[in-house]
């Protein structure tokens, strides 16, 4: 199966914006449908963004909507999150994770088989 790492996280100021990246390796890239989670601590992992195996239908948690965008890359098996206009809230565990059921955005935790480490984002005030 594939396997996943993420990078891109780190500190920034509330208002700042960071690019997170998802790189896949093992298997192809485009028969996955792609999601990020994020887990803050004391609290469940939540979808924030998914997508089917083009990125051609997403869904993303209603608090971040206009705010990040879910993209992929399949000839680089590549799959990234921009956050713009971070707020403190956003602070979390980065997670992506890839699901089986490529043809469309999984909602679900459930739903995805194959997780990566995760990626720490710290939010400033």
């Known amino acids: 199966q594939v396997q996943l790492v993420e990078s891109g996280g780190g500190l920034v100021q509330a208002g700042g914006s960071l690019r997170l990246s998802c790189t896949a390796s093992?298997?192809?890239?485009?028969?996955?449908?792609m999601g990020w989670f994020r887990q803050a601590p004391g609290k469940e992992r939540k979808l924030v963004a998914a997508?089917?195996?083009?990125?051609?239908?997403?869904d993303y948690l209603d608090s971040v909507k206009g705010r990040f965008t879910i993209a992929r890359d399949n000839a680089k098996n590549t799959m990234w999150l921009q956050m713009n206009n971070l707020k403190r809230e956003d602070a979390a565990v980065y997670y992506c994770?890839?699901?089986?059921?490529?043809?469309?955005?999984?909602?679900?935790?459930?739903?995805?088989?194959?997780w990566g480490q995760g990626t720490q984002v710290t939010v400033s005030s």
């Open positions: 093992g298997r192809t890239f485009s028969n996955y449908a």
């Open positions: 997508c089917d195996w083009n990125c051609n239908n997403n």
């Open positions: 994770a890839a699901s089986p059921f490529a043809d469309r955005a999984i909602l679900s935790a459930a739903g995805y088989t194959v």
